[in-house]
């Protein structure tokens, strides 16, 4: 059994920083490509960054320049460090890797961690 915790989320204001983590625990042998999406109210999912195993990253246009991912393969956790935070940037951030365990390769989440920018 694999399960992924993110924590940080909070309240903060317009400019202000956060950074959110992600662990991962249970058996697992690897973790491939890992990223933070978000869902904000009334709107689909969508993808904020991710980090390949050997540090790859890719951006969405909305953060790239504010939001910096990384990852630290020893601790099997994964870190999103939002600057310059907006309004538009409110929204639950769920945490996905994908993750060799015993016997299969598969996608997992965390329950997500709330981020709220607002004055």
């Known amino acids: 059994q694999v399960q992924l915790v993110e924590s940080g989320g909070g309240l903060v204001q317009p400019g202000g920083s956060l950074r959110l983590s992600c662990a991962a625990s249970?058996?697992?042998?690897?973790?491939?490509?890992t990223g933070w999406y978000r869902q904000a109210p009334g709107k689909e999912r969508e993808l904020v960054a991710t980090?390949?195993?050997?540090?790859?990253?890719n951006y969405a246009d909305s953060v790239k320049g504010r939001f910096t991912i990384s990852r630290d393969n020893a601790k099997k956790t994964v870190y999103l460090q939002m600057n310059s935070l907006k309004p538009a940037d409110t929204a639950v951030y769920l945490c996905n890797a994908r993750i060799r365990t015993i016997g299969v390769i598969d996608d997992s989440w965390g329950q997500g961690t709330q981020v709220t920018v607002s004055s």
């Open positions: 249970g058996t697992i042998f690897s973790i491939y490509t």
């Open positions: 980090i390949t195993s050997d540090g790859n990253t």
